[in-house]
């Protein structure tokens, strides 16, 4: 089996490709290095089950070769990254809608198997716990780019819906939550990677707003599995399902636990929004999602504890010292 990756070379992609290759699969991957790095997919080289393409999912003939040949997709690639969007407004709109399109199109053309990366975003301004995929979606105006992406992958969302409804397509739709471990990038206000590198210099760790807003965090490898368990599940298509972990933490505890696990002697600062991301930007002061539609489908949950994920991770970014 040939799977399409788009976005492979990114953080949750190129680990997606290190399960795929493990498992046997052929594996082809997609991407323009926006936001991905070479070096995530540098060990599969060499792999007679892999293959690396350097371009941009907009390139529509490159997208029709790649998916002619592969028995299913995932596309990943996006723009991501609330700071990445706000800088980036117009390119990551059109790479967000353009590209999916593209994917969804093509892989009607040739009767492949996709599923579509959305995100927890997409929920909007919810103050409950948990989100539901059926819940409605709250947004503020258009005025605040940060939007832009919820926006853009929610269009994704109907777009692949309506190929489903009217032309049979079979795709499925997942809902990343906030995904954390080794090989994601701090540059693009990630939060996780930029506390535990700001601990390992013993820098500020620089906590946005009064800290007091929530988040659950996701193991990448819990993720990567249950991407691949979703490929598999014939009551999946035409669905949207969460990913996410259920461990609820402020964003001022884990700037906490950080600075412990690291045993960091940086201080915790507290900095406006308005100073970090100019007036674009509003926050969601939480984000806790579901997971009963996950595990009604195929039976698994992330459940890798943080501190086992916060580890792993310090242990990435200070191999990388
Ligand atoms: N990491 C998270 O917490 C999270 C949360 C919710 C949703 N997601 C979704 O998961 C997917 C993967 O995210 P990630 O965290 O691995 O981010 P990432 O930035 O590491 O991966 C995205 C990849 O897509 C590539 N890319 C971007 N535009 C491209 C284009 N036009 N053509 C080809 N490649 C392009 C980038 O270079 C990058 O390698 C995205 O769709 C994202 O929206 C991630």
Redesign the pocket.
Known sequence: MNILV????????SHLCDYLISKGKYVSV????????FE?IVHLQGDSKFQYIN????NKDRMDSLIRQCDAVV???????VKYVIENPLSSIE??IC?TEIALKLANKYKKKILI?????VYGKHMHAPLKEDDNLIYGPPSTMRWSYAAS?LVDEFTALAYHRTKKLNVGIF??????GPR??GL?G?VVPRFIQQALRDEPITVFGDGRQTRTF?YVGDVVESICWLMECEEAIGEVVNIGGTEEISISELAERIKSLVVSKSEIVYIPYEQAYGKDFEDMMRRVPSSEKLNSLIGFVPQTPLDTILESTIEYFRSMI
């Open positions: 788009t976005g492979g070379a990114g953080f949750i992609g997609i991407d323009d290095l926006s936001t991905g790095f995530n371009d941009t999912i907009l596309h990943l690639a996006a723009a991501v990254g790479t967000n590209g990366a959305s995100t927890s975003e992958k809902r990343c939550f906030n995904t954390i994601q990038t693009y990630m996701t």
